[in-house]
């Protein structure tokens, strides 16, 4: 069983904001990094955030400015807010522990190397969003 939950994923018009919430029920990569991944249709999976346990953060370019990421220590849970939605934040968005205590540059984190960072058995079913124009 994939130790990783994602939810609050939903249909919005471009312009509105949802709450993303994952819940990860092994410890092992508590104080490690944690992220948020989305995979668009027909494109490849890229980084989206991610944030150390001293709470740093690190937003891919993209989602700078719109979206917060933030983590609770004690429940082991990740939280992506999403505000000024667009069409092109469309997408699964998964959420995972990291392999390091420091995040990457989630920017340039995408493809093959989103599958590097993440231990295996921690891609969760994902969480669907969908922003219309």
């Known amino acids: 069983q994939v130790p990783v939950v994602e939810s609050g994923g939903g249909s919005v018009q471009a312009g509105g904001s949802l709450t993303l919430s994952c819940k990860v029920s092994?410890?092992?990569?508590?104080?490690?990094?944690m992220g948020w991944f989305r995979q668009a249709p027909g494109k490849e999976r890229e980084g989206v955030a991610a944030?150390?346990?001293?709470?740093?953060?690190n937003l891919a370019a993209s989602v700078r400015g719109r979206f917060t990421i933030s983590r609770d220590k004690r429940q082991n849970t990740l939280t992506l807010q999403m505000n000024s939605l667009k069409p092109e934040d469309t997408g699964t968005y998964y959420c995972?522990?990291?392999?390091?205590?420091?995040?990457?540059?989630?920017?340039?984190?995408?493809?093959?190397?989103?599958?590097?960072?993440?231990?295996?058995?921690?891609w969760g079913q994902g969480t669907q969003v969908t922003v219309s124009s």
């Open positions: 995972a522990p990291l392999k390091g205590h420091t995040c990457p540059t989630m920017t340039y984190v995408r493809g093959v190397d989103t599958t590097d960072v993440v231990p295996a058995g921690y």
């Open positions: 092994d410890y092992t990569y508590s104080r490690y990094c």
């Open positions: 944030i150390d346990y001293d709470g740093i953060e």
